[in-house]
């Protein structure tokens, strides 16, 4: 069984910080491309941040550089998006996926196992 769980979204108040985490189950997460994506109500999906299986290249969008972070924690199978200053348009469902590649793309149609993803809102 293939599974990925999100956890650590909240209500947080602007300029302030969380830090998801995509845990693996079944499976080697170090295989696999990992990627962040958020969707918010009446958008399209986008990829906010991702991670290369290979040399470890990270993509970010440019709405998020410098203020994310995504790492690798192969000790524990998961991957983590440090989210610092965040503001209210962060506010979305976000979700974790994997991709088996060799392709590094932040695109979610690449990515083929998804978590049911976690909520962040952004607001005072």
Known sequence: QL???ESGGGLVQPGGSLRLSCAASGFTLDYYNIGWFR???GLE???VSCISRSDGSTYYADSVK????????????TVT???NSLKPEDTSVYYCAADRGPEFL?????YDYWGQGTQVTVSS
Do not use: H, W
Request: include cysteine; aromatic fraction near 10%.
């Open 39 to 41: 969707q918010a109500p």
């Open 3 to 5: 599974q990925l769980v």
């Open 45 to 47: 999906r986008e990829g």
């Open 106 to 110: 932040c695109e979610f149609y690449e």
């Open 81 to 83: 998006l440090q989210m």
């Open 66 to 77: 410098g203020r994310f972070t995504i790492s690798r924690d192969n000790a524990k199978n």
